[in-house]
């Protein structure tokens, strides 16, 4: 399991109006962890998956992930299930692109992370060969608790970024 | 009539362009010279009823000359009856389209043109079907690695050739527990 996240608020009661204490990155972080935004990029079984996890049985709207897009411009990470051939791959990278930043990809599932078994002149082998991944799942396809684990541990990776040095470089640069 | 009568007044009908007419576990099989088959198919519709095209394939047979064969597939939904059409096709060779005699040849044909590359005379739209257009290999053919080749056209598709591990992927049919049938890569025997 993941290990519990590192506090990063203070909170004082003796302080009327409850203020809290906090860094900006940690706030911000905390703000984006919690209303992950998946694109469904479902090509294969493995959406069948995706799908059973966004149901009341797995729920993922217990971690703030259930608000699929199925307009690029409105999500925050790409759930890309499923074989990914090389006709389609190209459509992959443009939706890719039209995504906003910060924006994260999970490979999910065997065919995403690698070509699973598909050793074969029409299939992708791997979709970081086109767009970088953050998060790899294993399974063919990965079972709903997979999927969960691999977004979980997409919050925490987010939780650990320096959203404001790493992403406003430019804001940073105005003020300065 | 039943698919046999009909295979036999083929070759009545068409006489010598009609090379063999066989039989395999119940189902006829009718080979034809190619300049005949349009001819043939057209009278397999209008005369002996066969109204669906179920499907078109091909196969390549590599070193032999022609080297490519069409095989149609026809049922009549009158009678219940299924007939195989064959007909070799040369390299250089075009096989005509039957796309206006069955609307559904149409994309048939246009797989059979994308993967092994067989061109057809009179096709409304003989575009490629699965791979992208300016792809410039037939992956069906026997010559094309498993593998695939790498291809590369800027801003509409590549493809490079995939790791094959120790060789293709392999089911085990009938091994005695799932982990022996299950595809893994065993080397080309």
Known sequence: MVAPAETHAAYDSKIEGNVVFTKLDAAINWMRKNSLWPMPMGLACCAIEMMAAACSRYDLSRFGMEVMRFSPRQADVMIVAGTVTYKMALAVRRIWDQMPEPKWCIAMGACASSGGMYRSYAVLQG?????????????CPPRPEALLEGLMRLQNKIEREHSLVDQKKELLAELA | MNAAQMAAAL???????????????????VQV???ALKALLGYCRDELNFDCLLDVSSVDHQGETPRFEMVYELYGYGHHQH????ARVGEDAAA????DLWATADWHEREVWDMMGIRFDGHPDLRRILMWEGY???PLRKEFPLAGKPSDLPEVGFSRPAPMADGPFVTS????????????????R
């Open chain 1, 127 to 139: 979709i970081d060969q086109l767009i970088p991944v953050d998060v790899y799942i294993s399974g």
């Open chain 2, 11 to 29: 070759k009545d009908k068409f006489g010598d362009v009609v090379s063999a007419a066989s039989e395999f576990r119940g189902e006829q099989t």
């Open chain 2, 33 to 35: 010279r190619l300049d």
């Open chain 2, 83 to 86: 007939l195989r059409i064959k």
């Open chain 2, 96 to 99: 005509p389209s039957v796309a």
């Open chain 2, 136 to 138: 410039p290999f037939f």
């Open chain 2, 173 to 188: 049919a009938g091994a005695t527990d799932t982990v022996d049938r299950e595809p893994r890569a065993k080397p080309a």
